[in-house]
């Protein structure tokens, strides 16, 4: 049997905003998992994937065509197709998640990534986190059409990334640990949905949506330097700064900012919503010694789960160029 895992994702800051064209940074969250395994099936049985947390069987069968699919049978297609392996296989995948759906913490992105690995790793292929990535998109824009790529991206490098649509992949050092508070509002919230209403109101007003973006950008921007350089509490800022550029796209809800205020109440650096908005999750930056009370304080505020998360410092702590990602006014 092959068993391989992926990490849960969150978007620190840059979301929406990074669907056109501007920077985000995400990082991946290791305290949730996709697990997928493959084993041998039964002669004549085919592929099947068993999805535990779903309570579903999908078979995976040379008729459906792309669009008709579901996301993991498309994973399964996709990665047998790329190796050049048949789809006449007697297969049985089987995946668990602790991601939560459609909260913001890329659990789509996270299971394709797991069971590409596997079904890869079951054959005895080697396939780099490149290619992975790239798989894992061509699922991702079949079942949310406007997927930036960020989700597939930090999943599948498993490393901080600061993300721009269509360029190279550029990871980078955090110079201190960032600590995580990550509350769910225990509203679903499809990110087409969301991605569908900030395109409508950007036609309708293209200059402000094009202003908002470009603040964003320019928070993305700092947060790397801050983050690169271990300035916490400047990333703390900047996620707040975040939040209120979130909030005139429209993209926050009473919940979501309840869950910020009580956050920021309670001693966190900084806090936003994080993934699409108007439900899903928002995350808090805190310290050793504010974490538990802002956890605590969440919980009290109603949150539907709350995850404690850590992004660890780089060994390798080189920073990158001034020139690159220095604000101006800092050089
Ligand atoms: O909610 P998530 O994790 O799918 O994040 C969505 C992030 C967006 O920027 C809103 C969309 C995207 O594809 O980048």
Known sequence: MTIAHAPG???LVGEHAVVYGRPAIAVPVT???????????????????VAKDLGRVFHVGQRESKSAA???QATVVNV???????????????????????RGLGSGAAVSTAMTRAVAEHFSKKLTAEEVSRLVYEVEKLHHGTASGIDNTVIAY???VYFVRGERLETFPVGRPLSLV???????????????AVRRAWEESKERYEALFDGVGDIAVKARWAIERGEVGQVGRLMDDNHRLLQDMGVSSSRLDALVRAARRHGA????????????NMIALVTAQTGEQVKHALEAEGADGVIQAEVEASKDLVPSPASSVVPEEEQ
């Open 9 to 11: 994702k969150i978007i």
């Open 31 to 49: 305290q949730v998992q996709a697990r997928v395994t493959v084993e041998e099936g039964e002669k004549e049985q085919g592929i099947v994937i």
């Open 70 to 72: 579901s996301p993991l």
């Open 80 to 102: 047998l197709t790329y190796l050049g392996l048949s789809l006449e296989q007697d297969l049985t995948i089987a995946v668990e998640s602790s991601i939560p759906i459609a």
């Open 158 to 160: 498993e490393r901080p």
């Open 182 to 196: 990550i509350a769910d509002t225990g509203a679903e919230s499809p990110t087409r949905i969301v991605v569908g």
């Open 269 to 280: 650096l900084g806090a936003k919503l994080s993934g699409a908005g108007r439900g899903g």
